[in-house]
């Protein structure tokens, strides 16, 4: 069975620059995975960031940025404000129609 | 504006059956594939069904496979969830979203707010 992997969390300075990754248990990230991003705060629903590997989803600000790096996809947010603490979670479609979301990133900004 | 909103949450037994729902406006509901994903209180999100813009083909994650289909009404603009033979770790918010495109590949771009579903004795 396949698992989509992320850290467990992560702390960065405001201002600072910090980038989350999204890889494959066994196997490479590749755009055709459709590399998704979302930002979740406690009792409120995902908020798309990221889409198609790199595409910002409506009103997100460009500050959030999303790539291949190496086998993985990978979300930056450079500059970061104390509103972005929050979990961050990724989802490859593996195809045969299956998805599978990451176990999410928590993000410290202090 | 574009909406989701599920409907049909609530406590069942375990063993029994629930089907929630989604009516979505704001655009057009035949011109997208939907996806069904859950999240247990403090845990993480899981997949856990995927339709095409027809129907026509229909994706399930292992966990609920064989007991859990999703299913649509474009004629009503509602994408539905029927859960039969619930257990205890059913248990979870379940989130409506729509896909980017029409096909299930195109991963979920716009979310309702979630239902939830508690199983329990």
């Known amino acids: 069975q396949t698992v989509v992997t992320q850290e467990p969390s992560f702390s960065v300075s405001p201002g600072g620059t910090v980038t989350f990754t999204c890889g494959l248990s066994?196997?490479?990230?590749?755009?055709?995975?459709?590399p998704t991003w979302y930002q979740q705060t406690p009792g409120q629903a995902p908020r798309t960031l990221i889409y198609?590997?790199?595409t910002r989803s409506s009103g997100v600000p460009d500050r959030f940025s999303g790539s291949i790096l190496g086998n993985k996809a990978a979300l930056t947010i450079t500059g970061a404000q104390t509103d972005d603490e929050s979990d961050y979670y990724c989802?490859?479609?593996?195809?045969?129609?299956?998805?599978?979301f990451g176990g999410g990133t928590k993000l410290t900004v202090l | 504006q574009v909406q989701l909103v599920e409907s049909g949450g609530g406590v069942v037994q375990p063993g029994r059956s629930l089907r929630v729902s989604c009516a979505v406006s704001?655009?057009?509901?035949?011109?997208?594939?939907f996806h069904w994903v859950r999240q247990t209180s403090g845990k993480g999100l899981e997949w856990v069904a995927a339709?095409?813009?027809?129907?026509?083909?229909?994706y399930h994650a292992d966990s609920v496979k064989g007991r859990f289909t999703i299913s649509r009404d474009n004629s009503k603009n509602t994408l539905y969830l029927q859960m039969n033979s619930l257990r205890a770790e059913d248990t979870a918010v379940y989130y409506c979203?729509?896909?980017?495109?029409?096909?299930?590949?195109?991963?979920?771009?716009?979310w309702g707010q979630g239902t939830l579903v508690t199983v329990s004795s």
């Open positions: 989802v490859l479609y593996l195809g045969s129609g299956i998805s599978v």
């Open positions: 704001g655009f057009t509901f035949s011109d997208y594939a």
């Open positions: 979203a729509r896909s980017y495109g029409a096909l299930v590949g195109p991963t979920p771009t716009v």
């Open positions: 198609s590997t790199n």
């Open positions: 339709i095409a813009y027809d129907g026509n083909s229909k």
């Open positions: 066994s196997g490479s990230v590749s755009t055709s995975f459709n």
